[in-house]
């Protein structure tokens, strides 16, 4: 199993659309979690950290799910602008991140 | 936010030659400093961590004597590939973190062509 497993999509959603990811990791011993965004040719972005009791930014939610191993992130209200990448990561024992390949999301007018 | 600058974004070489790339944290001592590799459509893949003052930590596969990794400051590492080949055409990028903040800030990343 990898260590952080994503759908790669790419998920097409029209604007105005909720849209959920899902990351699966395989390090059960894992502290910190964290979503990114990634545009084209572009260094990734930190989107929001993910905390045990969830969290919330906007039209953005993360959750962690412990028992079941996987991070979830929900985009409310879809916009263009939210067409990109998101990569989930864990922190690994060194201070680096340990990314999945990333779910691919295409938000149509 | 802290700032990181990597340059250049974008370099094309010839096969055989040695490429530098250079990450600098531009408002913070970076005690920890990472590079990455991406390939098209696959995850950041952790090449190395190097800390201030030491040498760097290769992760498994990583040649170190092909990525020459150097951390002579709390502000500047820099990652040479040497005698790059065709398949070391990837995206690299690096990520700087200060002991006292958890999060690693990310270079704008390098686009390497070897022709």
């Known amino acids: 199993r990898k260590e952080v497993e994503q759908d790669p999509g790419p998920f097409n959603v029209p604007e105005g659309a909720t849209v959920a990811f899902n990351c699966t990791y395989s390090n059960s011993a894992s502290q910190s979690f964290f979503w990114y965004r990634q545009d084209c040719r572009k260094e990734p972005k930190l989107l929001m950290s993910?905390?045990?009791s969830g969290n919330e930014d906007g039209r953005f939610t993360a959750q962690l799910n412990r028992a079941s191993q996987y991070i979830s992130l929900l985009i409310r209200d879809s916009k263009l602008s939210d067409s990109a990448t998101y990569l989930c990561?864990?922190?690994?024992?060194?201070?680096?991140?340990?990314f999945g390949k990333g779910t691919k999301l295409s938000v149509k007018p | 936010g802290a700032v990181v600058s990597q340059h250049p974004s974008r370099v094309i070489c010839k096969s055989g030659t040695s490429v530098k790339i250079e990450c600098r944290s531009l408002?913070?001592?970076?005690?920890?400093m990472f590079w990455y590799r991406q390939f098209p459509k696959q995850s950041l893949m952790l090449m190395a961590t190097?800390?201030?003052?030491?040498?760097?930590?290769?992760e498994q596969g990583v040649e170190k004597d092909k990525f020459l990794i150097n951390h002579a400051s709390l502000t500047l590492s820099t990652l040479t590939v040497t005698s790059a080949h065709p398949e070391d055409s990837s995206f690299y990028i690096c990520s700087a973190r200060t002991g006292y903040v958890t999060e690693a800030f990310f270079g704008q990343g390098t686009r390497l062509t070897v022709v």
């Open positions: 993910v905390y045990s």
């Open positions: 408002d913070f001592q970076a005690t920890t």
């Open positions: 190097s800390n201030e003052g030491s040498k760097a930590t290769y």
């Open positions: 990561a864990r922190g690994g024992s060194q201070g680096n991140l340990i």
